[in-house]
């Protein structure tokens, strides 16, 4: 985790992570929050956190997501925060603050919209198409073979995806060799036990969903559907000319954008 002196409870913000990476993908964006005053805290989730990879996807199911989450803003004792997730790290999100809304200030997620509008957009839109890498994740062990066994074939998918050739070596230290890569997976292999109403779960915080047109995993569609789950100020931003990897790539944007999001929920009235 990383951190600044805090200036008041309303300035901290928790910064979730997504697939294939660790905490260390907010280094950027974090830096910038801290010159803006905030607290971050940045843990390595559920699978990447050498010391909290339970074995099976049962384990990775979206309530314990959540509870993990959860766990964390308790143990901090410091009120509600701001919430913040990319890619899986969103989903983490969204979840968390539909069913504790009492733990959280502002959402902002990067990415990955609300899992109602992913399906919805999967039905309408190319996101299907977008998405089979999902659909070969659910497989037992293979996919970890065929990484290790070919990892040329993951440096050119990754880099096919925006990642930087620095992006990719930390992907390959953290995750591959550092023996976090089952645990990621089963982020996705978990997904068929995830409870169908969170496809349905409002979100009643303030929320600012964040999506780049250079995005090879999600549609513009689910970002333009996300703001239908949120029954709260809700805002859209849409980044030009930027990958999928908007914490590294676009992080004064992003920071920024978090900021704003988080500034406007604090000053509503209760």
Do not use: C, K
Not at 30 to 38: E, F, M, N, S, V
């Amino acid at each position: 985790m990383s951190g600044t002196p805090a200036r008041s409870t309303a300035t901290l913000v928790v910064l979730l992570h997504g697939f294939p990476q660790t905490g260390a993908s907010w280094d950027d964006t974090a830096a910038l929050l801290h010159q803006r005053g905030y607290r971050t805290i940045v843990p390595d989730q559920r699978g990447y956190s050498p010391r909290a990879r339970p074995r099976g996807r049962f384990a990775y199911r979206s309530s314990r997501l959540v509870a993990d989450t959860v766990a964390l803003i308790d143990t901090l004792g410091s009120g509600p925060v701001h919430l913040v997730g990319h890619d899986w790290g969103a989903v983490a999100a969204w979840s968390t603050a539909a069913r504790r809304p009492d733990l959280v200030t502002s959402l902002t997620t990067v990415s990955v919209p609300h899992p109602g509008a992913f399906l919805r957009a999967m039905l309408g839109s190319d996101q299907l198409f977008r998405s089979y890498y999902m659909f070969l994740f659910q497989l037992p062990w293979l996919p970890e073979l065929a990484i290790r066994s070919r990892p040329r074939v993951l440096e050119r998918t990754l880099a096919g995806t925006g990642m930087t050739p620095a992006q990719i070596d930390q992907v390959r230290q953290d995750i591959v060799r550092g023996g976090a890569l089952t645990g990621g997976l089963n982020w996705y292999r978990a997904m068929v036990f995830n409870h169908p109403a969170a496809l349905r779960a409002r979100v009643t915080v303030p929320t600012t969903h964040v999506w780049s047109d250079g995005d090879t995993a999600l549609s513009r569609r689910s970002a333009e559907l996300a703001g239908q789950y949120v029954d709260a100020a809700y805002r859209l931003e849409i980044l030009t000319g930027v990958s999928h990897w908007v914490p590294e790539e676009a992080a004064t944007t992003l920071a920024a954008i978090i900021d704003r999001t988080a500034t406007e929920a604090a000053s509503r009235p209760v």
